[in-house]
Nanobody, 124 residues
Framework: HVQLVESGGGLVQPGESLRLSCAAS????????MGWFRQAPGKEREGVAS?????????YFADSVKGRFTISQDNAKNTVYLQMDSLKPEDTGIYYC?????????????????WGQGTQVTVS
């Protein structure tokens, strides 16, 4: 069983930055792939980015965040980060951390087995 705990959300003004953190516990192979998703009010959840254990760079699924968001990881701490710069009001939503054992989840942005509770990000 994997537990994911997100932190770092909050209220910021447009143009500002936030860094989200997600700490994973449980069997390490169960969270070899970690990702971030978000759900804006009244919209479906969308994939933001993913990163596989050992990879230096992640994959970005939402075109709107490319160049502004950066996913990274600290394998020693079992923690994944989402650095969000130049935030826009349309980035507002609940951000969820997710994990899975399979690299397929990282490649497709789909099929994640474990989910965190979410952290609210409001840009206004």
């Amino acid at each position: 069983h994997v537990q994911l705990v997100e932190s770092g959300g909050g209220l910021v003004q447009p143009g500002e930055s936030l860094r989200l953190s997600c700490a994973a516990s449980g069997r390490s192979y169960s969270h070899d792939c970690m990702g971030w998703f978000r759900q804006a009010p009244g919209k479906e959840r969308e994939g933001v980015a993913s990163i596989y254990r050992g990879d230096r760079f992640g994959r970005y699924f939402a075109d709107s965040v490319k160049g502004r968001f950066t996913i990274s990881q600290d394998n020693a701490k079992n923690t994944v980060y989402l650095q969000m710069d130049s935030l826009k009001p349309e980035d507002t939503g609940i951000y969820y951390c997710a994990a899975d054992a399979s690299i397929r989840s990282c490649l497709s942005g789909d099929g994640f087995a474990y989910w965190g509770q979410g952290t609210q990000v409001t840009v206004s």
